[in-house]
């Protein structure tokens, strides 16, 4: 069984603070194969680096912008993201583990007005582009 995890919840210190957000995986089955990713430090945003935030734009547009600079990361997030399923759907992936409120990971996440105003909650962008990309594999949020 192969299981894509946040890798923050795994302990690695990917967070943009540089923090982990260690999670204990023992319900998953043992002998598991676990592949571990973070959309934010493999697009090249480093660690640490500037907290992101979910967007509103128009109706129904949802962009990824830094919290203080505004700066743009849809597009770099987007591309890595969908290059990550590429390699998924080629090598497998039974089942996905991630962490919840994160403009990348969560599933519900918060959602802002381009004054940072909080608006609602959307997907983050890879787990919407999980839930398009893979929606037959199982999916927790935690
Ligand atoms: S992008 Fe996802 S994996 Fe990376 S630190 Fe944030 S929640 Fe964890």
Do not use: Q
């Given at each position: 069984m192969r299981v894509l995890i946040s890798s923050c919840l795994l302990g690695m210190k990917t967070r943009y603070d540089g923090r982990d957000k260690k999670?204990?995986?023992?319900?998953?089955?043992?002998g598991a194969e676990i592949i571990p990713f973070c959309p934010e430090v493999e697009a090249g945003l480093g660690i640490p680096r500037e907290p992101i935030e979910l967007v509103l734009q128009g109706d129904d547009c949802i962009r990824v912008l830094g919290r203080e600079s505004r700066k743009e990361f849809t597009e770099v997030l987007e591309m890595c993201c969908l290059k990550k399923i590429r390699e998924l759907r080629k090598e497998g992936v039974d089942y996905i583990v991630l962490k919840s409120r994160s403009p990348s990971c969560g599933t519900e996440t918060p959602l802002h007005d381009y004054e940072g105003n909080e608006i609602g909650v959307a997907q983050g962008i890879w787990a919407r582009i999980i839930a398009e990309e893979l929606p037959d594999v199982p999916c927790k949020t935690v």
């Open positions: 999670y204990d995986i023992s319900f998953l089955p043992a």
